[in-house]
């Protein structure tokens, strides 16, 4: 029998209806914005490299992602897994761990979702960096399905083929990018008011309480 649950993730298509998102496991997916409050400094000094730092988690998707670019001969895109620990049959992945810091050095930095969402998205968003990402598949607590390609991040596909093509277009519209990646940070700001989030948890709570709890009792 279905039945209504709470959840932190849930397919952006609604295939399942009965999910219902609760900001959970908070110190994993909310982990990097006091680095980006340490580490981050203005777009316009940051380089123009495009990068990729990740595990080998989710269904393919991100093997795919790095054995198409991380013997890429242009040395401005660097795409490496950090370490591997899902997916990967054999030893020939170049790995290279590259921290929160060093990442922020880059204009454009790639989002890929692993076993569900990327944690790495809320992060770079809130930084002054472009997010780089083929349309999200899945959706948390910050409604990744209603970020737009080309306002709060450049659409890449699914199977990563027009990267280079996207790549070279923002080379080629800093200042367009730069406008994405402002408008990336005001869209995470309004899930980073500590009383906001906890009024809104409550109210979700109280409402599931009140009809789907309720309902189930009637029935």
Known sequence: MKQFCFTKSRPTDLTN???ILL??????HWNGLQDVNIHDKPYNKKNNKIIWRG?????????????????????NIDIKFSSLV???????????????KEQLQ???IISIEGNDVATNLKWILYSNSVVIMPKPTVC?????????DGIHYVE???????????YNWCLNN?????????????YIQQFLNINTEKEITKQLIEIYCNTVIMNSVLL
């Open 17 to 19: 209806n009965y999910n």
């Open 23 to 28: 900001n959970l496991n908070t110190p994993r």
């Open 55 to 75: 595990m080998s988690t989710g269904k393919q998707k991100r093997v795919i992602f790095v054995d198409k670019f991380q013997n890429n001969p242009n040395k």
């Open 86 to 100: 899902q997916n990967t049959a054999n030893n020939n992945y170049i790995l290279h761990n590259m921290s929160i």
């Open 106 to 108: 880059s204009k454009f």
């Open 140 to 148: 948390s607590w910050i409604m990744e399905d209603m970020l737009i």
């Open 156 to 166: 890449i596909m699914n199977d990563y083929s027009d990267l280079e093509e996207k």
């Open 174 to 186: 800093l200042e367009e990018c730069k406008k994405i990646a402002d408008n990336g940070k005001e």
